[in-house]
DNA sequence: GCCCAGGAGTGTG
DNA sequence: CACACTCATGGG
């Protein structure tokens, strides 16, 4: 079946640790589960091919929302490039779209991302769904879920190789009643930033990712060492989370997040082309 | 061996 | 508030 997302570039979406259990194949194509399926994407031109094991209703559905089909990235871009630092930058970056995950997923991936790399994260979420999760296609198996997870201790999951963090796990299932990341979902950002920060393993920088990735609130803007690194050397900003925050929602407004990604981006040299596409405010 | 990684928690000034 | 220290572990 087919889907029309113009732009996507599914490297810069996929590959860039917004989420980290699809993996790219040889031929560009991109596999990953979402709900409780296998799914395979092949961008075609400006058309979408997606194929689904097993095959079912409902998977291009799925993947619109996962990809968030709906946002319009030419408005986003056209707002954001008045920005003197970003500028006419983002455009190198059009194809890159912010992804909506499963709350209860990104909320745990993100808590084990403190403080590891990229492919380690997603050796560790894909061990986590090994042991854990419900088998959907040869060697997949789905994310599992808070009943599920919570059969795990603490020491458990600290043989499947999550070091300390495997107490923010436990510590996430035991503390998140049921019906909690529902309630979230009505909330201002604020609000739902300090509620998540409640949760052990969850900061301000895992707090934002979570809002931003998981519940979907384009005006998050989470902020790690890399971003630390761009907002000094594009904006000469520097000093607390809070002040660093403070500065990208005045800067940026609704679409900070996508301010943060392209950012992000940028300051890792993920995207094609010259390693540096905006130029330092003096 | 050394340094770093999409940081958080705790204690102290 | 802001800072300093600690927390495990794999990869470059």
């Known amino acids: 079946m087919e889907l029309e997302i113009d732009p996507l570039d599914l490297d810069m979406t996929l590959g860039c640790g917004q989420t980290f259990r ?45 990809l968030r089909a709906d946002d319009d990235i030419d408005r986003i871009q056209r707002t954001l490039s008045k920005d003197s630092v970003l500028g006419q930058g983002v455009r190198r970056l059009r194809g890159l779209r912010i992804v909506k995950m499963d709350e209860w997923e990104c909320l745990v991936s993100f808590a084990l991302a403190t ?27 789905e994310f599992p879920d ?18 300390y963090r495997a107490d923010y796990v436990k510590g996430i299932c035991d503390g998140l009643d049921a019906g909690g990341l529902d309630r979230m979902t009505r909330m201002d950002l604020a609000r739902l930033r300090e509620e998540l920060k409640t949760l052990p393993g969850v900061g301000d920088k895992v707090a934002d990712c979570v809002s931003l990735f998981g519940f979907g609130r384009l005006e998050a803007f989470p902020i790690d060492v890399w971003m630390e690194r761009a907002l000094k050397r594009l904006y000469g900003q520097e000093g607390t989370y809070r002040r660093l925050r403070e500065f990208a929602a005045e ?8 301010a943060q990604e392209y950012m992000y981006m940028n300051e890792r040299g993920l995207a ?7 130029s330092a405010q003096r």
Not at 124 to 131: G, K, Q, V, W
Not at 148 to 159: E, G, M, V
Not at 272 to 278: N, T, V, Y
Request: proline share 5%; hydrophobic share 35%.
């Open 251 to 258: 800067r940026f407004g609704p679409f900070a997040g996508y």
């Open 22 to 66: 699809w993996r790219r194949s040889e031929d560009g194509s991109w596999s990953g589960p979402l709900g409780k399926r296998l799914v395979t994407l092949k961008s075609d031109g400006d058309t979408l091919a997606i194929s689904a094991r097993p095959s079912g209703e409902g998977v291009a559905e799925a993947v619109a929302r996962h």
């Open 272 to 278: 094609s082309g010259q390693a540096c596409a905006f």
């Open 146 to 163: 808070q009943a599920r997870l919570s059969k795990a201790s603490a020491r458990d999951l600290r043989r499947l190789g999550l070091g």
């Open 115 to 141: 403080y590891a790399n990229i492919p380690r994260i997603s050796r560790m979420i894909d061990s986590l769904a090994t042991e854990y999760g419900r088998r959907i296609a040869p060697g997949t198996h």
